[in-house]
């Protein structure tokens, strides 16, 4: 109890710390416009802070679940071609078909997730080795990236590939409430969705005879994971891009509290994966650099030699 509290105030922390820095320009806003200053903090402020609250909270739920579907620590959203399928499709629909609207977005989105997924599961297996999980998801994510490429460079727009510079490499710059909540609403009703599967999952990860004997159906939950996957990366990234590394790093720290069950660490790496997030937001915001950086490019500065060290980490557990 005493660790979900702390990390329900990281979170809120976190949040609030989003909304009000960096302080002096909000600051004179509010002492010069206090009208002014509270536009910018609810336009503008808010709907960076809940998007990045809920992504990087989607993010981490789903590297949970994908996580035990896999029985394998490093499978992430990121790492299995998740947010690369969903960034494809969403890039197709928008600049192939020609179809703007978030909701359309979130469909082509949540196709390219389906597709990546499904595309691992018949590649790698159910319960793929660390190699051969890492080979498909890299084989997925890079094909992936070249039609994304090849989508854009067909674009009847020459100007497509700045265009879907957010896709490409994630930004929460510039979103609206409504985009906000677009994204928001289902990655909150996937993350309980998820977690009410978590004893399912945990038993999936002693095997599949054990999960069955057990009254659980293997199938069945392989499609769930799958599908809600799918559905909460894809809305996300239809709306802010493609982030990598959140859903790595955050279950990764949840098992630890967990006790190393992936699916009781759904809920934990999903606070983790919101924290993280907001704290990447921060340091892009507050950054002296004179402009903003993707925040896709933050992630994986910090994430790439995390996992690093987590491949390096196991080589060292299986060589005892």
């Keep these: 109890m005493k660790t979900w509290l702390a990390l329900a105030a990281l979170l809120m922390a976190a949040a609030l710390l989003s909304l009000v820095l960096p302080w002096d320009a909000l600051g004179d806003l509010f002492a010069r416009d206090r009208q002014l200053g509270w536009a910018v903090l609810v336009e503008l402020r808010l709907p960076r802070m809940l998007l990045a609250l809920t992504y990087g909270a989607m993010l981490g739920a789903a590297g949970a679940a994908v996580q035990a579907l896999f029985a394998n620590p490093l499978a992430s959203p990121d790492l299995t071609g998740t947010t690369s399928g969903a960034a494809l499709g969403a890039v197709v629909t928008a600049y192939l078909l020609g179809f703007s609207a978030p909701i359309a977005l979130s469909i082509g989105s949540v196709i390219g997730a389906l597709s990546a997924l499904l595309l691992l ?19 997925i994510s890079a094909l992936a990236g070249a039609l994304t490429t090849l989508a854009l460079a067909l674009a009847p727009s020459p100007f497509a590939f700045y265009d879907a510079y957010d896709w490409l490499l994630g930004s929460l710059v510039d979103r609206s409430l409504n985009q906000a909540a677009f994204a928001a609403i289902p990655a909150v009703v996937v993350i309980l969705l998820l977690s009410r599967l978590r004893g399912a999952l945990d038993s999936l990860t002693l095997g599949d005879e054990v999960a069955q004997s057990l009254g659980h159906d293997v199938a069945r939950l392989r499609i769930w994971v799958v599908v809600l996957t799918a559905i909460g990366v894809g809305a996300c990234v239809a709306i802010a891009g493609a982030i990598g590394f959140i859903g790595l790093v955050a279950p990764t720290f949840a098992r630890r509290l967990t006790g190393g069950h992936p699916g009781q660490a759904i809920i934990p790496a999903a606070l983790i994966g919101g924290a993280l997030l907001l704290a990447a937001d921060l340091m892009v915001r507050l950054a002296p650099l004179g402009r903003t950086l993707p925040i896709g490019v933050v992630t994986a500065l910090l994430g790439a030699p995390f996992f690093l060290w987590l491949v390096v980490h196991m080589r060292w557990r299986l060589g005892r």
């Design 121 to 139: 599961l018949v590649l790698a297996g159910p319960r793929a080795e660390t190699g051969t999980l890492l080979l498909a998801g890299l084989a």
